[in-house]
């Protein structure tokens, strides 16, 4: 693979009087037909990238991409804050880490994992509340635990109180925002407009991400009310969202098959889905100080779904409870090791207060 702008030069004046060279915007074009292995990186500028080559890529960049096509064998890992299309005929394993909208087309071979937060409101890299387009001047995410609900009762003539325990309350977010300025009287009018209908707590919660902590999604709800400052050309206020989870709950969901370690990099536990597809007959799991057993065949076709947070175990939409023992355990903080056949998969998303 040869090198564009080796030498690094920007603004370079031209030997011949010819004028300056990369004194404005270009593109780069990259195009491999060669074996080996690549990597494109700390691109700022346009570029389009075809590979049909042998050999496993690496592809880092955040700016804006022509679509990427690849042919080639190999492994390759794209890591993308940018909306392109993907297209993959090529034979090798792939790792998508995304904070974008693309089009993926597959028809190559080989193993897949895509990791994808999907949202509906987002903090952009400009501090930008999308889709709204106004400026979020301060929040108030960084709190640091939430409210308590206290369960206590009184006893008459008895000093104090009996505490029957606390559980984690729902917690406000809120947002300090300002509009654009130079806005004329009907924009303020669609703006005010256009924040009643992605607001409208009737449509339900919302996810939320920032994008200098994509990792934690915040499930938002309209609740309260918005007071307007108005000034001549632009607004200023408040958006009060309520989390009615407690929890701030990880952008990505998790997944382990086989076995292995189970890492939860939240800092309470969490609860996981364990998928057991059969043929099998009574599969049983080491679940760190755990075994769980499923007693009975797991037919061909069919899978054992366990979900430690609602407690239940369906088999092909059934209730299949009776046959499963060893209780219903969470996810703690760290590490935790698996022991299991690889028709079992562990599906999770860290969790923080």
Not at 72 to 85: A, F, P, Q, R, V
Not at 141 to 157: A, M, Q
Not at 331 to 352: C, H, M, Y
């Amino acid at each position: 693979m040869s090198f564009y702008n080796k030498g690094v030069k920007y603004n370079f004046k031209m030997p011949d009087g010819g004028g300056m060279y990369n004194s404005a915007l270009f593109i780069v074009v990259v195009y491999d037909v060669s074996a080996g292995s690549d990597a494109i990186s700390s691109l700022l500028a346009s570029i389009f990238s075809t590979d049909s080559g042998a050999g496993s890529e690496s592809v880092l960049a955040t700016v804006t991409l022509s679509p990427i096509s690849d042919a080639g064998t190999g492994n390759d890992s794209i890591s993308l804050t940018s909306n392109i299309d993907v297209s993959d005929t090529g034979i090798g394993d792939e790792g998508l880490f995304l904070t974008c909208q693309i089009a993926i087309a597959d028809t190559g071979i080989g193993q897949e994992i895509v990791g994808i937060a999907k949202t509906f409101f987002i903090i952009d890299s400009d501090s930008v509340l999308q889709p709204l387009g106004v400026l979020v001047l301060q929040d108030s995410r960084y709190d640091l635990v939430p409210p308590l609900k206290e369960y206590t009762d009184e006893i008459p003539g008895r000093h104090g109180e009996i505490n029957f325990g606390n559980k984690l309350d729902g917690r406000l977010l809120e947002l300090h925002v300002a509009s654009v300025d130079g806005l004329a009287p009907e924009q303020k009018e669609a703006l005010k407009r256009d924040f009643a209908k992605y607001l409208n707590p009737v449509t339900g919660a919302k996810n939320l991400i920032f994008s200098d902590d994509i990792e934690k999604t915040y499930t938002v709800k309209y609740a309260g009310k918005i007071d307007l400052t108005q000034y001549a050309d632009w607004m200023e206020f408040v958006i009060p969202f309520k989390i009615a989870n407690p929890y701030i709950i990880g952008s990505f969901e998790k997944k382990q098959t086989g076995s292995g370690a189970l890492f939860n990099s939240g800092n309470v536990e969490t609860p996981v889905i364990i998928q057991i597809a059969g043929a099998i007959t009574n599969p049983s799991i080491t679940f760190g100080a755990y075994t769980l057993t499923y007693t009975g065949i797991i037919p061909d076709g069919q899978t054992l779904v366990v979900d430690t947070e609602k407690k239940t175990v369906m088999l092909n939409g059934a209730n299949a409870l009776n046959n499963w023992s060893g209780g219903f355990p969470k996810l703690q903080p760290g590490n935790t090791s698996v022991t299991a056949d690889n028709k079992v998969t562990f599906i999770w998303r860290e969790r923080w207060v």
